[in-house]
């Protein structure tokens, strides 16, 4: 069983759908990543306000033919990797205001 | 630029999106740079609304990379709110400035919205030198210190140079000041003509001996036997090449809404004013002119030893008078690298005096990662 937890799109990224993927750019160091579908979907989809698993019940799972419990384990694998790249942030409550990070001098 | 970039600028390119845009805000300035190629009188710049509509325009034609530039673009009132819609419709923004007018409140508000990266012009480490370039005394000193301020809120900052008569002896005290403020650094040794075609400055041009001696500086250009090394013959491939993203995957919008292939190559194919962005990037005749031209489609380039490999700008070719032309400057550029005459230049039974050159890149700029590609989710 997965945690309930919420995601939210970084706000220092600079981001762009092209084609099927997107492109997401890290203001923190300038880091270029490309999300595959199913990515961009989740990455879309996570506005703070929405909880992962709905995310995966309504928005992933129709689209693929995915068990769901399984993609629930690799919906939030997928978000931790994000999140450590600094581009989704994730917490156990509900984020209205995605929070700035610290300075890195 | 990373290889992640690059198969982004591939796709961009199959799908006939415009991945980056250059507008300038303004082309006034509050320094008067003898090179600049720049007419600095506001002759109806757009409004904060045309330019927040072009904005929305670009981000829904696919527009992902925006350089702002100008003109200085902190003379702009409404800079900050240009910028804030700009980064509230998720562009990867970067900025050029002189940074004479950021200070430490500035550099913290381009911090916390996210801008990629800041290039400042430096011309020299020394205050004479420098000053001297930009009509402005006390210049230098400012923009050192509107680098600092953006360094200790933590921005990634590039020191722009051009190599010209002026500042040729000063090409490694701006490296090492750049070294010394922990920022990133390029040297453009060109000089551009002006955008109404007007060549008198390029009289500024450092000239032979000053190219020659950095072609083969190792600390500016690596392996100088690589760098100078004879081009390789033309290949097929090679023949159906495209010149530069120039129309392809990028363009530039002038101040009063003109829109260019690029800010080197000043084509009107129509104003962003009059139609939409997305209208002008597909139906324009001049972009598909642009975009239909190959090497074997050029006069004299296509049989030129230097065709493969030479870096041939389309922009300074057209200001020459034909686009599907040579671009004499770099014609130059290649001899002066190689010590092998272009076939224009046989063809003029011309000696360079001057050249254009590449832009040497002195520091790597973006790294790139792939995410989600493993992932076990099932991929469609």
Same mark, same amino acid.
């Given at each position: ?20 993927? =997107?492109?997401? =750019? ?80 | ?54 904005? #929305?325009?670009?981000?829904?034609? %696919?527009?992902? *990379?925006?350089?702002? !530039? ?34 430490? &409140? ?15 012009? *430096? ?8 000053? &001297? ?5 006390? !210049? ?37 000041? &750049? ?12 000089? !551009?003509?002006?955008?109404? %075609? ?14 020659? #001696? ?35 995957? %990028? ?32 139906? !324009?005749?001049?972009? #598909? ?92």
């Amino acid at each position: 069983m997965t945690k309930n937890i919420y995601v939210a799109r970084s706000s220092r990224i600079a981001a762009r759908k092209l084609g099927e993927e =997107m492109l997401v =750019m890290s203001a923190r160091d300038s880091t270029l990543f490309t999300l595959n579908a199913t990515a961009t979907i989740l990455w879309q989809a996570a506005d703070g306000a929405t909880p992962l698993r709905e995310i995966v019940e309504k928005k992933i799972c129709p689209e693929f033919e995915v068990e769901e419990e399984q993609a629930q384990r690799d919906a939030q694998s997928l978000a931790e990797e994000l999140a450590s790249h600094g581009i989704l942030l994730i917490s156990q409550e509900p984020i209205s205001n995605p929070a700035r990070e610290p300075v890195q001098v | 630029m990373s290889k992640l970039l690059q198969e982004m600028g591939d796709r961009a390119l199959q799908l006939g999106v415009p991945l980056s845009a250059h507008i300038d805000l303004t082309y006034r300035c509050n320094e008067q740079c003898v090179h600049c190629y720049l007419d600095h009188h506001d002759h109806g710049e757009m409004t904060t609304t045309e330019i927040k509509r072009l904005l #929305k325009e670009m981000a829904e034609a %696919g527009v992902f *990379i925006l350089t702002l !530039s100008g003109g200085e673009i902190f003379l702009r009132k409404d800079f900050f709110e240009i910028l804030e819609c700009a980064r509230e419709l998720t562009f990867c923004i970067k900025l050029k400035t002189n940074a004479v007018l950021i200070r430490q &409140a500035q550099a913290k508000r381009l911090r916390d919205l996210g801008v990629e990266s800041v290039q400042v012009s *430096i011309y020299s480490h020394r205050p004479e030198v420098h000053d &001297a370039v930009t009509k402005v005394p006390g !210049s230098l000193r400012r923009s050192i210190e509107g680098i600092r301020f953006l360094k200790s809120q933590g921005m990634k900052v590039i020191i722009a140079n051009v190599l010209m008569t002026k500042n040729a002896d000063d090409i490694h005290g701006v490296h090492d000041l &750049a070294a010394e403020l922990g920022v990133e650094s390029t040297l453009d040794p060109t000089v !551009s003509p002006m955008m109404d %075609g007007d060549r008198s400055i390029l009289n500024l041009n450092a000239g032979d001996a000053a190219l020659h #001696k950095l072609f083969r500086d190792p600390s500016l250009i690596g392996n100088a036997e690589e760098f100078c090394v004879p081009p390789p013959a033309p290949t097929p491939d090679s023949m159906d090449s495209l010149p530069c993203s120039a129309g392809h995957t %990028g363009c530039y919008v002038s101040p009063y809404g003109e829109l260019y292939p690029c800010v080197a190559f000043p084509l009107s194919c129509g104003n962003v004013r009059q139609q939409r962005f997305i209208d002008i990037w597909r139906n !324009s005749e001049q972009l #598909k002119e642009v975009r239909s031209i190959r090497l074997r489609d050029l006069s004299g380039c296509s049989q030129c030893v230097h065709g493969a490999t030479c870096t041939r700008c389309p922009g300074m070719a057209f200001l020459e008078g034909n686009m599907r032309g040579p671009s004499t400057a770099d014609c130059q550029k290649s001899y002066a690298r190689t010590g092998i005459p272009s076939a224009n230049l046989q063809a003029k039974k011309e000696v360079p005096a001057s050249g254009r050159l590449i832009q040497i890149q002195l520091v790597p700029g973006f790294t790139g990662t792939r995410l989600g590609h493993p992932a076990t989710l099932p991929v469609q």
